[in-house]
């Protein structure tokens, strides 16, 4: 599918989600045909493709939470404790939701949630599949 149809379905700024489908396209999930006729299409099989694939190929894989060790200022910094190596426990905590949230996302493939919408919102799957045989 070309990404100007992508862009007119979901309502988005052509220019934006051709950038999101370009860094889709650098990671492997998704293969560009150039061309009138060409567009965007899956890699691989949606059964392979994870939520956390997605979001790593778009967002990057770094930390969401980078600690800013502000403890390192203010009244902390000026008592001299500032310098006790004791790791952010901000930063542990935030890892391990993290940690957590990756999980999640990485047990959701496009296949298992395409059959859950199937399933819960058929009405919208009916509209999608119309839509698409129209373009």
Not at 12 to 17: D, F, N, S
Not at 70 to 83: F, P, T, Y
Request: glycine fraction near 8%; charged fraction near 20%.
């Amino acid at each position: 599918m070309q990404a100007g149809a992508l862009a007119e379905f979901h309502g988005l700024p052509k220019a934006y989600l051709t950038k999101q489908l370009q860094a889709l396209v650098k990671s492997g999930i998704m293969r560009s045909t150039p061309g009138v006729r060409g567009g965007f299409s899956l890699a691989r099989p949606s059964s392979e493709i994870t939520l956390m694939d997605i979001v790593a190929a778009v967002e990057g894989r770094a930390d969401l939470f980078q600690c800013a060790e502000i403890r390192k200022s203010g009244v902390i910094a000026e008592s001299g404790l500032s310098n006790v190596n004791l790791p952010c426990i901000v930063q542990i905590e935030m890892t391990k939701a993290e940690m957590a949230w990756r999980k999640a996302l990485a047990a959701q493939t496009l296949d298992g949630l395409a059959r859950r919408l199937e399933k819960g919102a058929p009405r919208v799957v009916d509209l999608t599949r119309q839509w698409i045989s129209a373009i």
